[in-house]
């Protein structure tokens, strides 16, 4: 008898002679003789209701199942007599692998989810996570199908790295020396007896590898983990996190910001196809206006504006902000969320920053003051796409480089592209767990990652 999905039985369109599922007990309530079970597998939101009559060999064990407990069952998947669902399946046994003891954590209540990121292990249980991590799931795996359709190739750039992307030095060092074995005298490389000869980090974007990719293949993505050392406890920022960063030869501005809006429309839109019952659940106890919010970046057109723009905008509304709003000073998110949830009541693409806030690889656009650069700002987020035409002229490359202080010696191999065959070419990176946020309506990037990595915090 071969085990089958909860999932696939609930979209069955005819009944099963002989079955068998494998999961945990939701619920269990007894009548004179028999008892309901409703029993969930992980493979969707809803359970499925589970007849066990007092015929069974172990019944009285069956009378004992709690909260938790996990089972197999094996039976008939028939009509059910009740409005509440559509099948049931009558047991002709029931095997228990362990009965949940009574300090099983979680109830049939609600659990804050203060009290739940404490027992991470276990939220997976819970119909709210079992959904942020269904939908998780559904949305990386057609990230790659996207990308994949439209003949992107997938590299894999490296998480150990001796380069930095943004020039911002937060960085997480990896080291196999001791502390205080970095000190050399006389001049030396104090990381020239590490494992690598160098100083070495954890990576921020793959984006400086996939351009090196891009510039031999076409058109490629990257797709994984990435860490930045900021000491920041907010909603929005995690140590550890996932990027999706396509890079796209010959390709300026206006084409990458036309195909990261096609991007994040057509994803929004597949998981509200794929996952309508997941998100439903987001919707009713998460956030109400959820289906409004995503039905509309999928409907409307993303407004395009200039940094300039977005500054009149903001100086000249009545909005109250904790942040300055001027002219050369990155924009918060507030003032992206008013922008987009106030303003314009749509997404919008801010475009053309002050070359002097933005990284080194950023091109520089005509009038010397500002890069091509672009965010992605959605309602209910802020920015959920950063990206950029690159900079593929070796001599305002190697100005900017030298503008921001960096050391170009490490940078040797990526001032090689620009010497070799440069061409334009532009990317961006979209922050995984912001989208899931996206489309969860759920406010804090710990509650869209597994076993989320934050300041004083690596537990599970």
């Not at 894999?156 to 020396?177: K, M, Q, V």
């Not at 809006?261 to 106890?285: I, N, Q, S, W």
């Not at 170009?408 to 065959?421: K, P, T, V």
């Amino acid at each position: 008898m071969n085990k089958t999905k909860i999932k696939r039985l609930l979209l069955s369109d005819t009944p099963i002679a002989s079955l068998q599922i494998r999961g945990w007990v939701r619920t269990r309530r007894d009548a004179k003789t028999f008892s309901f079970i409703e029993v969930n597998d992980g493979s969707c939101l809803s359970g499925i209701q589970v007849i066990a009559e007092d015929s069974l060999a172990n019944y009285e064990e069956v009378r004992r199942l709690s909260t938790g407990s996990a089972v197999a069952v094996s039976g008939e998947l028939r009509e059910s007599p009740g409005k509440a669902q559509k099948w049931e399946i009558l047991a002709t046994r029931i095997h228990i692998y362990q009965f949940a003891p009574e300090d099983y954590p979680l109830q049939k209540k609600r659990h804050t989810d203060e009290f739940l990121r404490s027992i991470g292990h276990l939220r997976p249980r819970t119909n709210k996570y079992g959904g942020v991590f269904r939908i998780r799931s559904e949305a990386a795996h057609e990230i790659h199908r996207f990308f994949h359709e439209r003949d992107f190739i997938y590299v894999h750039t490296p998480i150990l790295t001796g380069s930095d992307c943004e020039g911002a030095g937060e960085l997480f060092r990896a080291t196999t020396l001791e502390p205080g074995d970095h000190k050399e005298a006389d001049g030396k490389d104090p990381y020239a007896h590490d494992f690598f000869g160098q100083k070495t980090h954890l990576t921020v974007s793959g984006q400086l590898e996939a351009e090196m990719f891009a510039l031999a293949l076409g058109d490629v993505y990257t797709f994984g983990p990435t860490f930045r050392a900021e000491n920041s406890n907010t909603r929005r920022h995690a140590s550890e996190f996932w990027m999706v960063e396509p890079e796209m030869a010959f390709c300026d501005l206006a084409e990458n910001m036309a195909f990261a809006e096609a991007f994040v429309r057509h994803m929004v839109a597949h998981v509200l196809t794929r996952c309508e019952e997941d998100v439903g659940l987001f919707a009713r106890f998460v956030d109400k206006s959820l289906l409004d919010t995503l039905g509309n970046i999928v409907e409307k057109p993303f407004v395009r504006i200039s940094y300039q723009a977005a500054v009149d905008i903001l100086k000249k509304s009545t909005a109250t902000f904790s942040y300055e709003i001027s002219y050369g000073k990155d924009l918060q998110t507030e003032h992206e969320r008013y922008l987009a949830e106030t303003h314009f009541r749509q997404p919008v693409i801010v475009h053309d920053y002050p070359r002097q806030i933005k990284p080194f690889y950023m091109r520089v656009n005509d009038d010397e003051k500002t890069v091509a650069a672009m965010d992605v700002i959605v309602p209910g987020i802020g920015e959920i796409i950063g990206g950029s035409q690159r900079e593929e002229r070796a001599d305002v490359l190697e100005t900017r480089m030298a503008e921001t202080g960096m050391d170009d010696s490490s940078y040797w191999w990526y001032m090689d592209s620009r010497r070799y065959g440069s061409v334009p070419h532009s990317g961006f990176g979209l922050g995984f767990e912001r989208f899931l946020m996206l489309v969860t309506g759920v406010t804090n990037i710990r509650d869209v990652i597994p076993f989320p990595r934050t300041p004083g915090s690596i537990d599970f």
